[in-house]
């Protein structure tokens, strides 16, 4: 299997199943070949997700790839807490999230709340303090990391 030649092949395949292409990278681990695809998109990913994806993947490699080379293909997401582009914010409207800023608001660095708006420069995010729900308002520039959380 010749990555660079089927790489831009599968890349349009996982863009047209409605993912994006993350990483696609072949690996060679204690004698074994992998080729490992991450993909990703706004909806959350589960296991049946992957199932489903690896299974089309599997069929499409067969009818693309030519060569005899064995390998064992390993389809993932981002996962549950995966990190959120800033140009994709507005997707994530209503969703819980953990934002590190660069310089503080209210006195705090690291913020987990819920995504209500976002605008062209910033977002706003209203978080709880005890059992008070407080909002704020993050300007893009500001933030050093942001990704999806779990609520607990």
Do not use: W
Request: proline share 2%; hydrophobic share 40%; aromatic share 8%.
């Amino acid at each position: 299997m010749e990555l660079g030649k089927i790489k831009s092949l599968l890349e349009s395949k996982i863009t047209e199943m409605g993912y994006e292409p993350i990483s696609i990278t072949r690996k060679v681990e204690k004698g074994d070949t992998y080729l490992s695809i991450v993909i990703d998109r706004v909806e959350p990913i589960d296991m049946d997700t992957i199932v489903k994806v690896s299974q089309e993947l599997s069929t499409y490699l067969d009818e693309i790839d030519d060569s005899d080379e064995k390998y064992f293909l390993d389809i993932s997401s981002l996962g549950a807490e995966k990190p959120l582009k800033i140009d994709s914010l507005k997707n994530y409207v209503g969703r819980y999230v953990n934002v590190h800023v660069n310089n503080a608001l209210d006195g705090l660095n690291i913020f987990e709340g819920d995504i209500e708006s976002v605008s062209e420069d910033s977002f706003t995010l209203s978080y709880r303090v005890k059992t008070r729900v407080k909002k704020v308002v993050i300007l893009f520039n500001n933030i050093y990391k942001i990704r999806l959380a779990i609520k607990f």
